[in-house]
């Protein structure tokens, strides 16, 4: 089997909000074709018309080779040598950022075509299973507004989740200044206090402190709320501030959404000291990266739950790591009842929906899902 063509479909929804703080407001689609037939699909949370300038670019030199010089006509089986021969083949412009998620991005489609022509789920080829089941956790965000009505957001929120069977849920409180600390204080404990005591409870606060000791005043006030893990509490370049942090509190410190890259990951492990890392699987480099990234986790003791905020193939990819993977726990899951979005709930079929609180294995080849091709025409034409 030899690769014959890369596709990259940019899709955007009709009146993006560039003030929201909603990443599937875009996404953009990498098809991968081989001589038999078989298609592959991936996906990065990443600008969309930057990825696809990046897959398209020609090539200049030795260091700096197009994706299609460097694929067609190679055998797309080869899914780990051929991220290594991305990675080589575009260190002049890429080793971290942009190029990096176009690797991502191309590297769930690999995996995808390996799957389908081996008739086997990706999870499988990734060493698995080692659970029959995933663990979603709802990923929910009120929206900014005053701090009385945030309230009766969380309040809406947390019931939802519980009246959806969800076990456990992450509580996003990305407001920058608008509220102060001590209002996220409250809010937290109002989180905690609805879903009460066996519910596991985290919370997002994207990047809110610029100094480590503004965090730690702020996150030892909530050590009685027992959650499982704080997200994003400092800028993510501030790896001696994470160290500081980490040393000062007992809950759990994540991060690493926006990492290109095992080794960003290992700087924030090693030196950071975080508790969790969270690779998003298209912006790290793919599942060729993610897993590992999850395994240099497991070799220090440490856990990793992925970061996705953008279709059902995103969600896939998920899933095959953390079925694959022991120290995966739970998996982010934007609830469709709690945040609608075109692109997070029609893009592909099938979902995968929780029952239960639980996400079942998928048993198709592949990443287990097909795009709607309907809302691809309908989403490429901007």
């Not at 610029?210 to 509490?233: G, H, R």
């Not at 856990?303 to 022991?326: D, N």
Request: glycine letters at 8%; charged letters at 25%; proline letters at 5%.
């Amino acid at each position: 089997m030899k690769i014959t063509r890369i596709e990259a479909i940019p899709l955007r929804v009709a009146n993006i909000d560039s003030t929201a703080n909603d990443g599937a407001q875009e996404t953009i689609i990498v098809r991968i074709h081989t001589d038999e037939g078989i298609t592959g699909i991936g996906e990065v949370d990443a600008s969309a018309s930057m990825v696809k300038a990046v897959l398209e670019a020609p090539s200049s030199h030795n260091w700096s080779l197009s994706f299609q010089d460097m694929l067609v006509g190679e055998n797309p089986l080869d899914v780990e040598r051929l991220w290594d021969k991305m990675y080589q083949g575009t260190i002049y412009t890429g080793r971290r950022g942009l190029v990096i998620h176009a690797i991502g991005a191309v590297d769930l489609a690999l995996w995808d075509i390996a799957g389908k022509a081996l008739g086997r789920p990706v999870f499988e080829l990734l060493g698995g299973p080692r659970r029959p089941h995933v663990v979603p956790y709802a990923s929910v965000h009120p929206r900014l507004s005053s701090l009385e009505d945030t309230e009766r957001q969380v309040q809406h929120i947390m019931e939802s989740v519980m009246e959806l069977k969800y076990t456990a849920v992450k509580l996003q409180l990305v407001y920058d200044n608008v509220y102060t600390d001590a209002d996220i204080i409250r809010l937290v404990r109002k989180g905690r206090k609805i879903i009460g005591d066996q519910m596991t409870f985290m919370i997002d606060v994207g990047y809110r402190w610029m100094d480590s000791k503004a965090a730690i005043w702020t996150l030892q006030q909530l050590e009685d709320c027992n959650l499982y893990f704080v997200e994003t509490p400092l800028r993510m370049d501030d790896l001696d501030g994470h160290a500081r942090l980490a040393a000062a509190v007992t809950t759990r410190i994540a991060g690493a959404e926006m990492l290109a890259s095992r080794w960003e990951a290992l700087d924030l492990m090693d030196r950071g000291k975080v508790d969790v890392i969270q690779p998003d699987v298209g912006r790290a480099g793919g599942l060729t990266e993610c897993l590992r990234i999850a395994k240099h986790a497991k070799d220090r003791g440490l856990l990793c739950t992925p970061h996705g905020w953008k279709s059902g193939l995103t969600v896939a990819a998920e899933i095959h790591l953390s079925a694959a993977m022991e120290n995966v726990p739970y998996i982010e899951y934007m609830v469709p009842e709690l945040w609608p979005s075109v692109i997070r709930r029609d893009l592909v079929r099938p979902e995968f929906t929780p029952h239960n609180g639980l996400i079942e294995l998928p048993r198709t080849p592949g990443l287990g899902v097909e795009l709607n091709e309907e809302v691809v025409e309908r989403l490429a034409k901007g």
